[in-house]
């Protein structure tokens, strides 16, 4: 996604945070595969990066389209029914992976229609 990046801090535990650091030190020493963070359970959501590239070249459009409308993020959870939060984390693209209906409140929400094109080899 475009534009400036906020990062906050995410409040944690300190069990949490030994935790994390756990999973980061051993990631550093091991090296696992997709597999292997799959089977010990510390990736537990597996987001393919071309379809996130997707999706956040999708929602800057959309995102783009909302403000030419002059339309805030305000406007658009009254309008989609979302919380203003959930709207911002969607277009920030924090929401990995967005339900369709989602993604289809929002559209509409901006007056914009979602499309789908099928590539196949």
Known sequence: MS???IHRAM??????KRR??????????ERPGLDDLL????ATE????????DLCTMLTALKRHRERQGLSLSDVAARSG???????RLENGVCL??????LYRYAEAVRAEIGFTIHTS
């Open 46 to 53: 597996v987001v393919v990066q071309g379809e996130y590239l």
């Open 20 to 29: 994390l650091q756990e999973i980061r030190e051993r990631f550093q020493q």
């Open 3 to 5: 534009g400036k990046r």
């Open 39 to 42: 089977a010990s359970g510390d």
């Open 11 to 16: 409040p944690r535990t300190p069990e949490e």
């Open 82 to 88: 979302m919380d203003r939060a959930a709207v911002s």
């Open 97 to 102: 992976n967005p339900t369709l209906e989602t």
